[in-house]
């Protein structure tokens, strides 16, 4: 099946071709950096990264870019807040943010240029503009002429004149248009500015994304990703300098994540239901948030919750527990046996989720396909006295050869599980207010019962474990225990 995409440009599902065979030019709108990344960010960064790791598990050549955009008036303010420099501002959250992508398995882009390092290619792209007569200088401010361009509203569909008749903008007399936008801002007192052919000042946002994605990707390139939010105006804008700079098309694909609800409500700073990826990670393993982003297809929005986000934490406990299972069950079997057992299910089940994917990239269908594997390997674990151990050995690593497939696409269940299952416990004992060296003394002194023969005292520790919510699971590697509450 060829892989499709859905093209905002079009509004519908496209065979996707590249415009070099066998390689893919990708540009995704990156933060900008004057504050911690909300879940919003984790939604977008999630989706475009797991979107990358598939182009590349198909073969694709990727080159992806996505920027920082690290001057802008929120920093300006955040600097003035903090009484810092806007750059040290700027390079704090560049830091905070690679810490958040961390403990998400975002992978780092190929190339992740900064504003602030292509002053004179914005400058440069500016002159083109004016020079091709899109543009005009007001002032100290240069401005993009939107009735100069005849496309203007095509990737969001909107007319110009209706923007005009129901435009909410503020009355600036130096606009020609009111939907006129800004490519270059003259300096006010106190701000960061660069020397420019119009005095001093600074970059507008829309230009920044024009300049750093086709420096880097070309004229023309295939992919740009980004938030629904930014396909009006920031994506329209981009088309518009873009194709009036260099006088070709722009993009060929244009792909854009959903939003994140709270509770069924969009999320925001003014309805106090915000949350960003830090809270949230320093409260729930860190991966069942990439998870419960999986489980949403990326245009359609999705409903973060506790209650989500709890149940995305037992799946992620539940994949690492099987996978130690697993682990266990295989040893260090490297042979062959004539019969993987129910191999037509499972072979089913990995097609079915590339189907998933080459459908738009549709996760949340591919993650019960994934799923399902899970579900036979443990069906197979429960059963494994009616096999032979050969057989059983090789369809456990028939079967987790396949889950590392899926795994590495989404980005999830690639860690030691053992490593793993002793995280998700700490995360859900500091919740629960559980002090975790009380129950390993707890385990060692029914550990010390057990190997002095004394059953009774070891089933009375047991009790006492369970009422704290505690199950004790004994296994040829040791006892281990899990939070059931």
């Given at each position: 099946?060829?892989?499709?995409?859905?093209?905002?440009?079009g509004?519908?599902?496209?065979?996707?071709?590249?415009?070099n065979?066998?390689e893919?030019?990708?540009?995704?709108?990156?933060?900008t950096?004057?504050?911690?990344?909300?879940?919003?960010?984790?939604?977008?960064?999630?989706?475009?990264?797991?979107?990358?790791r598939?182009?590349?598990?198909?073969?694709?050549?990727?080159k992806?870019?996505?920027?920082?955009t690290?001057?802008?008036?929120?920093?300006?303010?955040?600097?003035?807040?903090?009484?810092m420099?806007?750059?040290?501002?700027?390079?704090?959250?560049?830091?905070?943010?690679?810490?958040?992508?961390e403990?998400?398995?975002v992978?780092?882009?190929?190339?992740e240029?900064?504003?602030?390092e292509?002053i004179?290619?914005?400058?440069?792209?500016i002159?083109?503009?004016?020079?091709?007569?899109?543009?005009?200088?007001?002032?100290?401010?240069?401005?993009?002429?939107?009735?100069?361009?005849?496309?203007y509203?095509?990737l969001?569909?909107?007319?110009?004149?209706?923007?005009?008749?129901?435009?909410?903008?503020?009355v600036?007399?130096?606009?020609?248009?009111?939907?006129?936008?800004a490519?270059?801002?003259?300096?006010?007192?106190?701000?960061?500015?660069?020397?420019?052919?119009?005095?001093?000042?600074?970059?507008?946002?829309?230009?920044?994304?024009?300049?750093?994605?086709t420096?880097?990707l070309?004229?023309?390139?295939?992919?740009?990703?980004?938030?629904?939010?930014?396909?009006?105006?920031?994506?329209?804008?981009?088309?518009?300098?873009?194709?009036?700079?260099?006088?070709?098309?722009?993009?060929?694909?244009?792909?854009?994540?959903?939003?994140v609800?709270?509770?069924?409500?969009?999320?925001?700073?003014?309805?106090g239901?915000?949350?960003?990826?830090?809270?949230v990670?320093?409260?729930?393993?860190?991966?069942?948030l990439?998870?419960?982003?999986?489980?949403?297809?990326?245009?359609?929005?999705?409903?973060?919750?506790?209650?989500?986000?709890?149940?995305?934490?037992g799946?992620?406990?539940?994949?690492?527990?099987?996978l130690?299972?697993?682990?266990?069950?295989?040893?260090?079997?490297n042979?062959?046996?004539?019969?993987?057992?129910?191999?037509?299910?499972?072979?089913?089940?990995?097609?079915?989720?590339?189907?998933?994917?080459?459908?738009?990239?549709?996760t949340?269908?591919?993650?019960?396909?994934?799923s399902?594997?899970?579900?036979?390997?443990?069906?197979?674990?429960?059963?494994?006295?009616?096999?032979?151990?050969?057989?059983?050995?090789?369809?456990?690593?028939?079967?987790?050869?396949?889950?590392?497939?899926?795994?590495?696409?989404?980005?999830?269940?690639?860690?030691?599980?053992?490593?793993a299952?002793?995280?998700?416990?700490?995360?859900?004992?500091k919740?629960?207010?559980?002090d975790i060296?009380?129950?390993?003394?707890?385990?060692?002194?029914?550990?010390?019962?057990r190997?002095a023969?004394d059953f009774?005292?070891?089933?009375?520790?047991?009790?006492?474990?369970?009422?704290?919510?505690?199950?004790?699971?004994?296994?040829?590697?040791?006892t281990?225990?899990?939070?059931?509450?």
């Open positions: 099946m060829a892989l499709r995409v859905f093209n905002t440009i509004g519908k599902k496209e065979e996707f071709v590249p415009i065979p066998g893919v030019r990708m540009y995704v709108c990156g933060v950096v004057y504050d911690m990344c909300h879940i919003g960010h984790a939604r977008a960064y999630v989706a475009f990264d797991v979107i990358v598939y182009l590349r598990y198909k073969g694709y050549r990727v992806y870019v996505r920027n920082f690290d001057v802008d008036d929120k920093i300006i303010k955040r600097a003035n807040e903090l009484s420099r806007p750059e040290d501002v700027a390079n704090r959250y560049i830091q905070e943010f690679y810490t958040d992508m403990s998400l398995n992978m780092k882009a190929d190339i240029p900064r504003v602030t292509h004179n290619d914005i400058i440069e792209m002159k083109k503009i004016i020079d091709n007569g899109y543009a005009y200088v007001s002032g100290g401010d240069v401005y993009f002429s939107v009735e100069s361009f005849p496309g509203g095509k969001s569909g909107r007319r110009l004149d209706d923007m005009k008749a129901g435009a909410r903008v503020e600036n007399e130096q606009k020609r248009h009111p939907m006129d936008f490519l270059w801002k003259e300096s006010k007192p106190g701000e960061p500015y660069w020397e420019s052919p119009w005095g001093k000042g600074r970059p507008g946002w829309h230009i920044e994304c024009s300049v750093m994605s420096k880097y070309g004229n023309t390139f295939d992919i740009h990703g980004g938030g629904k939010d930014l396909i009006f105006p920031h994506h329209e804008n981009e088309i518009a300098q873009s194709e009036a700079a260099n006088k070709v098309k722009f993009v060929n694909y244009w792909l854009h994540n959903g939003f609800n709270i509770n069924e409500e969009k999320m925001s700073k003014s309805l239901n915000f949350f960003t990826i830090r809270e990670t320093s409260k729930y393993y860190a991966e069942a990439r998870y419960f982003m999986l489980g949403t297809h990326y245009r359609s929005p999705i409903n973060y919750s506790i209650d989500g986000i709890v149940e995305a934490e799946r992620v406990e539940y994949y690492y527990s099987t130690r299972e697993l682990n266990n069950a295989i040893g260090n079997f042979g062959q046996a004539d019969k993987i057992i129910s191999k037509d299910e499972i072979d089913s089940n990995f097609n079915e989720f590339f189907e998933s994917m080459d459908d738009d990239f549709n949340a269908k591919a993650l019960a396909n994934f399902n594997l899970l579900r036979i390997a443990n069906d197979v674990l429960l059963k494994r006295g009616q096999y032979p151990k050969d057989v059983l050995k090789a369809s456990f690593s028939y079967i987790k050869d396949k889950l590392r497939i899926m795994s590495e696409i989404f980005g999830i269940m690639e860690k030691d599980p053992n490593i299952l002793r995280d998700i416990t700490t995360m859900k004992a919740r629960a207010g559980i060296d009380l129950v390993n003394r707890m385990i060692e002194e029914r550990a010390a019962a190997k023969k009774k005292k070891a089933d009375e520790v047991r009790n006492k474990l369970l009422e704290m919510g505690i199950t004790v699971m004994d296994t040829p590697e040791g281990i225990w899990r939070i059931e509450r």
